[in-house]
């Protein structure tokens, strides 16, 4: 069976996939002072938090719209795939995936799966890897969505932000977090629970946050048996996350530990400076 892989742009993926020929990937629309721009497209990571420095309005996330998404699956049915595996953004930071599911059985002769990756950037971005490889090793769909499925339950993500506001006025954190947040001076530890963004713990300062983050990750290396990687993702905050890679790097001797960067739509809803530790199975 001929698989092709879809993915959005929130996905951090390493280089040497980037141009795989069963790889696409859908831009996902940034709103600065009400022009659009394109994740990736016509905007990069770098000139967004620029741009974001010098805007006079809150910025906005959207989705691509359904009509590009199902030209882009039509194109793939027309190249002779007969089964597309779409991985996306969780669907508690954007409806998107949801939305797939509308459209999963408009193509003929296509089997369209949507699937949550309950995530995003590196982590979604591994999921993406790791399905291309499945491919090139013929692997079949259901063989390709187990392993799916083991590695987003093996996933843990931490995020330590600057500002909770951010998060509060795009929708994807309860406000009594941020109030609680503005009212103690706290320096909160955030994670994905069921793929929504939650309050973890509230802490009183980056280093003991980061401290404790560290903590959890231990934690998650001592339940796992199986090899693991973690991540150091930053929203413009590379000196922080280089710091932070050579603190884990100490701690957890002989683990693959890799930086990455927060793309302009999730550094959207973090804002600039936020840096996630996360963790998963190779």
Do not use: W
Not at 168 to 197: H, M, Q, S
Request: glycine share 8%; aromatic share 6%.
């Amino acid at each position: 069976m001929k698989i092709a892989i879809v993915t959005d742009s929130t996905a951090f993926l390493p280089k040497r996939i980037r141009k795989h020929r069963d790889l696409s990937i859908i831009p996902i629309p940034v709103i600065l002072d009400g022009k659009i721009y394109n994740e990736d497209v016509d905007i990069k990571a770098d000139d967004y938090y620029e741009l974001l420095k010098q805007s006079k309005e809150f910025p906005t996330t959207s989705q691509p719209s359904i009509g590009e998404v199902l030209t882009l699956y039509q194109s793939l049915a027309d190249k002779g795939y007969e089964a597309i595996i779409s991985i996306h953004l969780s669907a508690g930071i954007s409806g998107f995936v949801k939305n797939l599911e509308t459209i999963k059985d408009s193509i003929d002769g296509v089997k369209i799966i949507p699937y949550d990756s309950k995530i995003t950037s590196m982590p979604m971005g591994h999921m993406v890897e790791t399905a291309l490889d499945m491919v090139n090793q013929n692997r079949t769909t259901e063989e390709i969505l187990d392993r799916l499925d083991m590695i987003r339950e093996k996933t843990y993500a931490y995020l330590v932000v600057n500002d909770l506001q951010n998060l509060v006025r795009g929708g994807r954190l309860t406000n009594g977090a941020a109030l609680i947040g503005g009212l103690l001076k706290i320096k909160p530890i955030l994670d994905f629970e069921e793929g929504k963004i939650v309050l973890f713990e509230r802490i009183r300062s980056s280093k003991k946050a980061f401290k404790r983050v560290e903590e959890v990750i231990g934690e998650r290396v001592k339940e796992n048996p199986a090899p693991v990687i973690i991540y150091v993702i930053h929203g413009n905050n590379l000196e922080v996350a280089e710091e932070e890679k050579k603190r884990l790097q100490k701690k957890f001797p002989g683990t693959t530990i890799e930086i990455g960067h927060f793309g302009p739509v999730i550094g959207t809803h973090l804002g600039e400076k936020a840096v996630g530790i996360a963790i998963t199975t190779l």
